[in-house]
Nanobody
Framework: QLQASGGGLVQAGGSLRLSCAAS????????MGWFRQAPGKEREFVAA????????VYADSLKGRFTISRDNAKNTLYLQMGSLKPEDTAVYYC????????????????????WGQGTLVTVSS
């Protein structure tokens, strides 16, 4: 199970840190990632990280503003978001995958096995 938290209302230019706590069969996790879905839009990839090595991939448009990290001891994934813009407003979901993966597959939501409930981030102008 994944439990996302940390969303809220923030002004443009501000920062937020999202957390995703994993429980259950976490030993089998190979990749965890963040996706987001804005109103009326499709879900899009934000960032992902390999669970053991901590290798990260980012959506090109978000690189430099968002940072993904994890704490293996706490089984928690984080997303530090900075210089937020109104277009970052969305429900942010964390997701996990067990088993083999490729770095290319990390960007595709279809390759994730389990999902958190989402946390809403609203950026006001």
């Amino acid at each position: 199970q994944l439990q996302a938290s940390g969303g809220g209302l923030v002004q443009a230019g501000g920062s937020l840190r999202l957390s995703c706590a994993a429980s259950g069969r976490t030993f089998s996790t190979s990749v965890m990632g963040w996706f987001r879905q804005a109103p009326g839009k499709e879900r899009e990839f934000v960032a992902a990280m390999t669970w053991r090595a901590g290798s990260a991939v980012y959506a090109d448009s978000l690189k430099g503003r968002f940072t993904i990290s994890r704490d293996n001891a706490k089984n928690t994934l984080y997303l530090q978001m900075g210089s937020l813009k109104p277009e970052d407003t969305a429900v942010y979901y964390c997701a996990g995958r067990s088993g083999p993966f490729t770095y290319a597959s990390m960007r595709n939501s279809d390759n994730y096995d389990y999902w958190g409930q989402g946390t809403l981030v609203t950026v006001s102008s």
